[in-house]
């Protein structure tokens, strides 16, 4: 399998197979792919954009591509909750305790600021004494004994993601809504919970300015939840 031809193929709107997306992803992480060719894909996929199918399996591939969370020690149905950022986002710190309180264990992961917002860690740590760094062991310990937890992400969750997304980021190809998702939904399904909340702003200060583009965003990660079982 060349990636050449992987390249080709979306080049001219073709879709790619489970082999095709697992062989880029998992070379591309390994170091065996190199930038530019993977540059040139992120470009195809820009312009072509992917189906429902591919865009489901990239983001499981990405979420495979490291450490995936068992929770199973957690009681109950896990929940996590993922919002797409904006100016003053501080839904997590609001939503977690009160879903807690009702009986749903909250066993959430969260990052820190992407571009001009600040991310739900980054907020926390402003608190003094708040500790965003648990082992496992005590994630899971508090979200028994408290029914919530929200800590930092672990450096090897969904590593794929995070090296695609760093070139996404200097090659113009990061707003294109399957990637976004996919991005998105790998971190959240490698994160170990069995079900995730989808909180998608729009708007001046955030990243999707429309409501039409929130909804398209929303109704993608909605689809890929579905096809992978969350």
Partial sequence: MRVYDIIEKKKLGEVLTDKEIAFVVEGYTDGSIPDYQMSALLMAIYFQGMNDKETALLTECMAKSGEMLDLSAIEGIKVDKHST????????????????????????????????????????????GFKVELPLEGFIENVNKHGVAVVG??????????????????????????????????????????????????????????????????????????????
């Fill in 85 to 128: 950022g904006g100016v003053g986002d501080t839904t997590t710190i609001v939503l977690a305790p009160l879903v807690a309180a009702a009986d749903v264990p909250v066993a959430k992961m969260s990052g820190r600021g992407l571009g001009h917002t600040g991310g739900t860690i980054d907020k926390l740590e402003s608190f003094p």
């Fill in 153 to 230: 992400q672990t450096g090897n969750l969904a590593p794929a993601d995070k090296k695609i997304y760093a070139l996404r980021d200097v090659t113009a190809t990061v707003d294109n809504v399957s990637l976004i998702a996919a991005s998105i939904m790998s971190k959240k399904i490698a994160a170990g919970s069995n079900a995730i909340v989808l909180d998608v702003k729009c708007g001046s200060g955030a990243f999707m300015k429309t409501l039409e583009d929130a909804k398209k965003l929303g109704d993608a990660m909605v689809r890929i939840g579905k096809e992978v079982g969350r």
